[in-house]
């Protein structure tokens, strides 16, 4: 249960941000900070304790054992539900992911945050807990706990903090996840009680649920539940109408958690619960999954270059990219699923990295419109220079993360539906189109006397420069983070064949 | 009456003792604070009783049965009358006129809801809900200079009396055909060759069936302010003096829907297809009208109101899926007695602190304007009342989730999928106006003239009601386990 | 065969039900057919006999009236029961003797409360309560 503990510091942490306050100005940032840090190093002192090898050793989905962490305690006797906590190579990426961007988004609101600062932290702190519950949790019950949980202080995060429609966008955001997730806690207790049927005790563990012999139709219903649920989350179109306006609204760390590390929590349900808890039922289904994702792609793309608004545009470009993560998952092959995690990470830092840019921007200029902006590379060089790299990155170009896990989707869907890769691969074309756009609407162009703001503090460089060396490294080197995925992959791959 | 009867009756006995001494010390000696001493003793008294019987079973008289679920219930409604008391103190102590009677009708409206509790006869059931109701009349209307509060009296009475009068009737046709008005003789008497009830049992009998079961439902749909039965629901709830909101809110609809889900079970009514129907017509109607109400409400306390329709239509899920499960529909009592506690221990807070707000500022603040800003003003009853919304709009790590997942349960193991939908309809649009609540508080507080600066006994219930509420949530095993081996 | 007995017993009340609302319809009935109809302006007065009224009819009574009439009927009801038990004494023992014991000590209680806080002072109440409140 050690992983308790990370979940323990950060809300801790939360806590103790929000105290700081009282005692001085801008100690809760540091606070935040230095729980994030002591969380990751706790994460880093239990995998010191586990033996190299079993990193690279193929587990066994159905066996607890094999995994990388376990651990579980009795919850809810009554209803089979427990305290169950593991973790694996999948989600040992998003944590780190999670934590990473967790500390980018606390210095991303350094100076923007300048009311109610200890609640602002507190609020950071407990997303980061929600979410990372959600990455470790593996009860259903546990996992749709911190599921909503993580809701509560996102949204107080966009509704105290978010800029001018914030109410309208918060709303929209919590009802859209909290209505899909009513979904899926019914397809979760629907499931459960079927198998609790077939084996004569409640339980709502993960392990034990695998092991489901649901007739077909059953099946199709309580996996579209899940699907719905994640979907929504991920964005997949056409559930993807919350995120432009939640991710325009809300402040600059608030943009960065959501689509950094918000949305992989969607695809991180569709390759954990989705299809290995109904295998099935995701094979007839992959079909009209593609198909949204393929849509979701270009669709997203062609809003995308409609944008006049600089972080609204960047919203449309995350639609598009998680389109890919839907192909990957439902190509249910290990490369394509392989590009889909690679994609999660890389798509993580590149927005994060573009979204801390549009913040930077708006506390400077005070607008968001690109028809506004223009030249500001003169006065801003480093930025400037940041938000090339970062806008090349996020269009696939060779050599950074995104490139890699595009290729690797597309690669892995030629081999199951050629037609839909060769449409989808239009969608990095589009991405190229809307990308150059951005840059040369903000940053070049004839530069404009009147506009001389400041350039990045040294705090905010540390952290670009953080991500940008991220990128570079998954372009260069994916087998790093290839690596740690892969045995996961290669269980489930092995296992489950659609 | 054996020693044992007078054990089983002690909680009703420390009642009616506290009322009689409240009176004479009312006629002697008008304080309002000694009043509230005396009322406050006589509750810990009435729990401390109630603690000690709660593995009691026994049979008193034909009206009274006292079990270890009637006691859990009354020891909610003691526990939140006590609450309620502390409450009203801050909302009387500076407010002109005699106040000492209103904490005599909150004891006896507390006796009621115990009496309805552990009503097993038809008579019993009459007798707590009109103890309940006739001193609810009077705390109702207690602040006469109010015209709001006046008609708020004057709706409740008529409509009350006139929902009586039906439930009574109703009751009367029950009596004919069964010939008892003790409830499990109304299930043998059901049951008899010469009412059989089916389609082939005789014509008579099925028709005063009907018709008595229309009415009884009719009545109780109005007790608990099921749609469409709901109108008087939110103007009285304005018009009540706050604290009064919470009880009418809380204790007065638990203790009915107490006494129903008894008779439900007792009775066996889930095998009457008329009154599932019913029931479910009931549900669905209440869900959505409930839900859909509340959107537009700028009052706190009409929100709630209709927040409280909805919930009693998610409460009706677990009768109604009940049959279906189990042959005697016991299953209905597990799920919906957490649900009610939840419910209740939720909605006090957030009337608790509308009263706090009213208290403070010395009129009726129950406006969204008047918690705005109070995420800065006041962050721990802002949390609190954070607490409560959420739980209302059934996030997890609240009572209010455990409900939920009760309710979607019974629904999924029944195969009650239209209500099922309904329900998550129902809340998606419930958590609109449960988040624009906590949106306002979020706001800039110079936007609210009123202020808060509750006394010390109001903010420690409240926050015992949170830890409650988040007690239920996080670790309900415990109560989950007590009600499963009571049942 | 016994549930048309019961059917039967209970037939003879829907007959005799029956019967009266005929009887008072068609008594109705008839009288608003072959009644005579006359249209002056005496119609609406009283009868002839009668006194012609004096004023409006809406007049504020005094709300003592009002407080007589609400004791008059808590104290009859209370001699129902009292009245109930005596015909049952000796059946129902020292139970039943007890039982009204304390049945009388809450109407004491009662009475006394009443008595104190003046609902029993004829006229005076209105005027010590405006005295209390201002």
Redesign the interface.
């Known amino acids: 249960m050690e992983l308790l503990n990370l979940l323990i510091i950060l809300f801790i942490g939360g806590a103790a941000a929000w105290v700081g306050e009282h005692f001085s100005k801008g100690l809760s940032r540091w606070i935040s900070l230095l729980f994030i840090a002591v969380a990751a190093v706790s994460l880093l002192e239990m995998l010191s304790n586990i033996p190299a090898p079993t990193f690279l050793k193929d587990p066994i989905t159905k066996d607890p054992t094999t995994w990388l962490i376990h651990g579980r305690a009795d919850w809810i006797p009554r209803f089979g539900i427990s305290f169950e906590l593991a973790l694996d190579g999948l989600s040992l990426l998003l944590v780190v992911l999670t934590l990473f961007l967790g500390a980018v988004s606390v210095i991303a609101s350094w100076d923007e945050i300048d009311k109610h600062q200890g609640f602002f932290q507190a609020n950071i702190m407990w997303t980061l807990t929600g979410v990372i519950g959600v990455f470790i949790a593996l009860d259903l019950i546990l996992f749709f706990l911190f599921w909503e949980v993580m809701l509560v202080p996102m949204y107080l995060l966009i509704a105290i903090w978010g800029h001018e429609d914030k109410a309208k966008a918060a709303m929209k955001f919590f009802i859209f996840t909290q209505v899909s997730g009513l979904l899926m806690l019914l397809a979760m207790i629907t499931l459960a009680i079927f198998v609790k049927d077939a084996n004569g005790y409640w339980s709502f563990s993960y392990f034990d649920l695998l092991d489901n012999n649901l007739t077909s139709s059953l099946a199709t219903f309580i996996m579209l539940g899940f699907f719905i649920g994640f979907t929504v989350k991920l964005p997949g179109f056409p559930f993807h109408t919350w995120l432009p306006d939640a991710h325009t609204q809300a402040p600059t760390a608030g943009s960065v958690i959501l689509a950094g590390i918000l949305l992989k929590t969607g695809a991180y349900g569709l390759i954990r619960f989705t299809v290995p808890l109904f295998p099935e039922a995701s094979i007839a289904f992959a079909p009209i999954a593609i198909l949204l994702g393929a849509s979701g792609v270009v669709y997203g793309a062609i809003l995308a270059f409609g944008q006049t608004d600089f972080k609204r545009l960047v919203a449309y470009s995350s639609v598009s990219h998680m389109g890919f993560v839907l192909l990957g998952v439902f190509a249910w092959n290990a490369l394509a699923i392989q590009g889909a995690v690679m994609q999660l990470v890389a798509h993580g830092l590149s927005t994060a990295a573009l979204f801390m840019i549009a913040g930077a921007l708006q506390h400077r200029l005070h607008t968001r419109d690109l028809q506004k902006m223009g030249g500001l590379w003169q006065s801003m060089p480093r930025m400037g220079a940041l938000a090339m790299f970062f806008i090349a990155a996020s269009l696939g170009l060779p050599g950074m993360g995104n490139f890699i896990a595009e290729f690797l989707v597309l690669a892995g869907l030629f081999q199951v539906y050629p037609w839909l890769a060769v449409v989808s691969s239009a969608g990095l074309i589009t991405g190229a189109i809307y990308s150059l756009k951005l840059i040369q609407e903000s940053f070049q162009g004839a530069p404009d006397d009147t506009l001389t703001p400041p350039d990045f503090s040294a705090l905010a460089m540390s952290a670009m420069i953080a991500m940008l060396i991220g990128l570079i490294v998954l372009g260069i080197f994916p087998q790093l983070v290839l690596d740690i995925s892969q045995p996961v992959i290669n269980a489930l791959t092995s296992e489950i064949t659609l | 009456m054996t020693g044992t009867d007078f054990l089983a009756l002690s909680p009703i006995i420390a009642l009616a003792v506290g009322a009689s001494v409240l009176l004479l010390q009312i006629a002697f000696l008008r304080n309002l604070k000694l009043t509230t001493g005396i009322t406050v003793v006589t509750f810990l008294a009435c729990l401390f009783f109630l603690f000690y019987i709660t593995k009691l079973n026994h049979q008193t008289t034909p009206l009274l049965l006292v079990d270890p679920l009637s006691t859990f219930f009354s020891i909610v409604f003691v526990l939140c009358a006590c609450i309620t008391t502390f409450i009203s103190y801050e909302y009387l102590k500076n407010r002109p006129g005699r106040n000492d009677e209103f904490f005599l009708l909150v004891v006896l409206a507390t006796m009621g809801s115990i009496v309805l509790t552990y009503a097993t006869h038809l008579a019993s059931f009459i007798l707590g809900l009109e103890l309940m109701g006739i001193a609810l009349y009077g705390l109702i209307a207690y602040p006469h200079q109010d015209d709001m509060s006046l008609e708020a009296a004057i709706k409740y009475l008529v409509l009350s009396g006139a929902s009586s009068a039906a439930l009574l009737f109703g009751f009367a046709l029950l009596y004919a055909i069964t010939g008892s008005l003790f409830f499990p003789d109304l299930l043998s008497g059901l049951a008899s060759p010469e009412v059989a009830v089916g389609p082939q049992s005789p014509f008579w009998a099925r028709q005063l069936i009907l018709l008595g079961s229309a009415l009884i439902l009719a009545g109780i749909s109005f007790k608990l302010s099921l749609a469409p039965f709901h109108m008087w629901t939110p103007d009285v709830y304005e018009g009540s003096p706050a604290p009064i909101t919470g009880f009418l809110a809380t204790i007065s609809k638990g203790a009915v829907f107490a006494a129903t889900l008894r008779l439900y079970v007792i009775g066996e009514f889930h095998n009457f297809p008329t009154i599932v129907t019913g029931l479910t017509i009931l549900s669905i109607i209440s869900i959505l009208v409930g839900n859909l109400l509340a959107l537009r409400q700028e009052n706190i306390k009409r929100l709630l109101a209709y927040s409280s329709i909805a919930h009693f239509g998610y409460l009706l899920i677990a009768l109604i899926a009940a049959g279906t499960l189990t042959p005697n529909g016991i299953s209905a009592i597990e799920p919906s007695a957490y649900y009610l506690a939840g419910y209740i221990f939720t909605t006090l807070i957030a009337t608790g602190l509308i009263a706090a707000i009213s208290s403070s500022n010395n009129e009726e603040n129950a406006n969204l304007s008047d918690i705005a800003g109070l995420f800065w003003k006041n962050p721990l009853l802002a949390l609190c009342l954070s607490v409560s919304l959420l739980s209302l709009a059934g996030i997890p790590l609240t009572a209010g989730f455990i409900g939920k997942l009760y309710i979607f349960q019974m629904g999924v193991e029944a195969g009650a999928w239209l209500l099922l939908s309904i329900l998550i309809i129902g809340s998606g649009i419930g958590i609109y106006y449960y988040l624009r609540l906590i949106f306002s508080m979020t706001t800039d507080p110079s936007s609210s003239r009123s202020t808060l600066a509750p006394a010390l006994p109001v903010t420690v219930s409240l926050i015992t009601l949170t830890i409650l509420v988040l007690y239920l949530g996080i670790y309900p095993q415990p109560l989950m386990e007590y009600l499963l081996w009571n049942t | 065969m ?2 048309l007995a ?2 039967q017993s ?1 037939l003879p009340v829907f007959v005799f039900f029956g019967a009266i609302l005929l009887l008072v319809a068609t008594m109705l009935g008839i009288a608003s057919v072959l009644g005579e109809r006359k249209q002056t302006k005496t119609t609406d007065l009283p009868y002839e006999s009668g006194i012609i009224a004096v004023g409006s009819s809406q007049v504020r009574l005094s709300v003592d009236f009002f407080l007589i009439a609400i004791f008059f009927v808590i104290f009859d009801l209370e001699t129902v029961f009292i009245f109930a038990w005596a015909i049952a004494f000796f059946e129902l023992g020292w ?1 039943g003797y007890l039982a009204v014991v304390v049945f009388i ?2 109407l004491t ?2 009475l ?2 009443e ?3 003046g609902a029993l002072n004829w006229g005076v109440k209105s005027q010590t309560a405006r005295k ?2 201002s």
Do not use: M, P, V
């Open positions: 016994e549930n019961a059917e209970i139970h000590l809450i209680i009662a006394i409360y008595w104190k806080s209390e409140t």
